[in-house]
DNA sequence: AACAGGGTTATTTTT
DNA sequence: TAACCCTGTT
């Protein structure tokens, strides 16, 4: 048999890996080392060397983006194609189990899967349900209470109480979170993980189904996986010893452990898992050796890894430069300048990024780009299903599929405006807790007449709400036999969306008209894909995707983004800014070893994504929460060594004398904005950056940045 | 229902 | 600083 095409091409390590004898094993895969690639000629080799069928086989990626990557790739390499192969994220694995088995998961068939932003909503009713104080129980503390037991596999049967005031009311919510969760029908993402891992290991027959289906189960970025996913993929390898796991991780790469993601599955690997295997895939194609050396020498500081050394054949003598900005508008404008001239030499901007640690540093560079009129993209911001005209059509569609979704129906009960205020809403919703029943069924309850529900309001209000009914009963009547596309624009008409929308003509309601458009548009995609041509599955669908968080690519545009979004892409020329103590790291994470590690990889992620130029900048005042920062030059910068650094300060410092300064001289009478007048008392200027020491008339005696100030001369 | 004003709070966000 | 949420007012 020719089995060159599954062969050629790879290095020997990926070779080894590729064609192992099946075992438990761990491929530590660094940064641009190919894993993909791997991972998909080794499914090719099950297939086609091993006589593997495709139906025992289980990719598992963390994104959708990853899972058709990789779909597509398998589809174009084994020769009798991919069909049968499961191959999704956690969660549509996960969802795919559910749906097949919802009878024996105890859920109904029509569940709805809410994402993080629903979840939240849905916490917060919870609180307000109970009457606790807001002040102490943010849906963000609940959200994190409840997700992290999920993750560990608890219930709130299960989580022990304890002394702890705060612990035993957040056990009360998680009480209550899951009883409505149950009565409406809601599965949040956590809950998708447990309840299939519990399906698993609860349910004999059906654990053993899928233990003795998925022979080789294959799992990416295995640093991002957190307890509950490693327990899942113990329970679909099932006890016998004849299913394989093979899990491809880089633990330097590991930057979500605070979102749950456990570097410790990696670094534990052997112990989580029998006769386990160890591979390394330290050759590099992405960058050129310098970058490496500096991003090696970075992340050598960090004690949690196996220790890895990254490699390349790729010479070039270009070193790192770093630019220390005296502001973080120089630094901006810095940036600005250096992509100029980039462009001017024939560069693309396509090839350029800026990296941040935050968002909130992205506005001044955006500013900065705007006024020099650079095109740029920025990735993350606002996805598109979590825009309010989006998420209101989906609450329509929602509630159609499911009456049980109080969460929907409270979204859209009075939207358009139809007479239901706050006012009736509770009154409803207080009878609706009160009896223990969804929000539809006490409506309807109450436009019955039912004895046993007793409500004081009156009967043009009852009107209203039964005419709210009669029209969710009458779109869902009406888009019986519709294809999908036809299905959303008519319920955007019926529900009074369109309407809405239409009647005012201001720019956000025309992007709301236009957002709906395009909604139509992926209904439609939905539909002739035929995949998701029923609504429920494109509900199920939308909810686990995202839909691109980054802006469209139109022209070439230089690409910003936080150093979390970065991972997984690579650009010829990449600028990390903002390299501050107290920002890069976070001063939060700058004195707990663990917070701090993991900043070191973000940074080690950041650095990898550079192929040929590696830009670190940072400055000396920098404008935070509307305060004045003097940060010192980040450590991560202090951790590469010298001689792999071309300073660009020294060039740099007599173009950038700042000349606010002729102004400003010991007597100069001023105005400011808040401190009101002064006088100038001193005046220093280091070369870098510009100070004035002014005497207000009224609050006492100030050194100001000159540049941040906003003097008036008088 | 819409809006103004005060108080609070500030990472990162694959699903 | 500025964005968000809540509250009280019109």
């Not at 109904?108 to 919870?126: E, L, M, S």
């Not at 299903?385 to 998420?391: F, L, M």
Request: contains cysteine; negative net charge.
């Amino acid at each position: 048999m020719d089995i060159s095409h599954l062969v050629d091409g790879l290095n020997e390590q990926q070779r080894e890996i590729v064609c192992a004898e099946p075992s438990n094993c761990l491929v530590l895969a660094g940064a641009g080392s190919g894993k993909t690639r791997v991972l998909v000629h080794r499914i090719a080799w099950l297939i086609e060397v091993l006589e593997v069928s495709p139906h025992s086989v289980l990719a598992i990626t963390f994104t959708n983006k990853a899972a058709g990557e990789m779909k597509a790739r398998i589809a174009d390499l084994v020769k009798k194609g991919g069909g049968g192969i499961w191959c999704g994220t956690f969660h549509a694995i996960c969802l795919r189990i559910l749906k097949q088995h919802h009878t024996e998961a105890n859920l109904t068939p029509n569940f709805t899967i809410i994402d993080t932003g629903d979840q939240k909503r849905f916490i917060k009713r919870v609180i307000e349900q109970l009457n606790l104080d807001k002040k102490k129980f943010t849906p963000d503390g609940v959200i994190g209470f409840i997700n992290k037991n999920k993750e560990q596999g608890l219930r709130a049967a299960t989580v022990k109480g304890s002394h702890d005031y705060m612990h035993n009311q957040l056990l009360k919510i998680y009480e209550r979170y899951e009883i409505l969760a149950a009565q409406e029908n809601l599965v949040d993402f956590g809950e998708l993980l447990l309840r299939t891992h519990e399906l698993l290991s609860r349910n004999e027959a059906i654990g053993k189904h899928y233990s003795s289906k998925f022979k080789h189960i294959l799992v990416d970025e295995f640093q991002d996986t957190n307890g509950l996913q490693c327990a899942l993929i113990h329970s679909l390898q099932g006890k016998d010893n004849n299913n394989y796991v093979m899990a491809v991780g880089d633990e330097d790469q590991s930057i979500y452990g605070w979102r749950g993601a456990d570097i410790g599955n990696v670094l534990n690997f052997d112990k989580l898992f029998n006769d386990t295997k160890t591979f390394r895939l330290e050759k590099n194609y992405r960058s050129t050796e310098n970058i490496l050396k500096a991003a090696n020498a970075v992340i050598s500081n960090n004690s949690d890894r196996f220790g890895k050394e990254l490699w390349s054949d790729i010479k070039d003598n270009a070193l790192i430069e770093f630019y220390r900005a005296p502001t973080d508008r120089q630094e901006a404008s810095f940036l600005t300048d250096a992509l100029a001239d980039h462009y001017k030499q024939g560069g693309k901007l396509n090839d350029c990024a800026i990296f941040y640690r935050t968002n909130a540093q992205s506005r001044i560079i955006e500013e900065t780009l705007i006024h020099h009129g650079i095109p740029y993209r920025v990735y993350g911001g606002l996805r598109f299903y979590d825009r309010a005209e989006i998420k209101n059509v989906i609450a329509y569609m929602r509630l159609i599929v499911n009456r049980s979704n109080t969460e929907a129906m409270l979204r859209i009960i009075n939207l358009p405006t139809r007479g239901l205020g706050s006012t009736t809403i509770s009154k409803i919703n207080d009878l609706a807790q009160k009896h223990n029943i969804s929000l539809w069924d006490t409506a309807k309850a109450i436009t019955q007449g039912a004895p046993a529900i007793i409500t004081d309001l009156n009967k043009s209000k009852i009107a209203v709400v039964q005419k709210f009914l009669d029209l969710i009963d009458k779109i869902d009547d009406s888009i019986r036999g519709m294809g999908l596309q036809e299905q959303t624009s008519t319920i955007i008409k019926l529900s009074g969306l369109e309407q809405l929308y239409n009647k005012n003509k201001d720019a956000d309601y025309e992007s709301a008209r236009d957002n709906l458009q395009e909604f139509v548009n992926a209904a439609n995609i939905a539909f002739n894909s035929d995949e998701s041509s029923d609504m429920e599955i494109f509900l199920d669908n939308i909810a686990l995707e995202s839909g691109s968080t980054q802006a469209q690519e139109y022209e070439d545009s230089v690409q910003l983004m936080t150093i979390h979004a970065s991972k997984g892409l690579e650009f010829l020329k990449v600028f990390m800014t903002g390299m501050e103590e107290g920002l890069f790291p976070l001063e939060k994470s700058a004195y707990d070893d663990k917070l701090l590690q993991e900043e070191r990889r973000l940074c080690y992620v950041g650095m990898t994504r550079a192929c040929r130029h590696l830009c670190i900048t940072c400055c000396e005042a920098r404008l935070l929460y509307g305060r004045e920062n003097y940060n010192p030059i980040s450590r991560f910068i202090e951790e590469v060594p010298k001689e792999l650094i071309r300073n660009l300060n020294d060039k740099k410092r007599t173009t950038l004398l700042n000349n606010s300064m002729i102004k400003l001289k010991v007597g100069t009478r001023v105005n400011h904005p808040t401190f009101g007048y002064g006088e100038v008392t001193n005046t220093e200027d280091n070369g870098h950056i510009s100070r004035v020491q002014i005497d207000f008339e009224h609050e006492g005696s100030k050194w100001l940045v000159t540049e941040y100030a906003q003097l008036q001369i008088l």
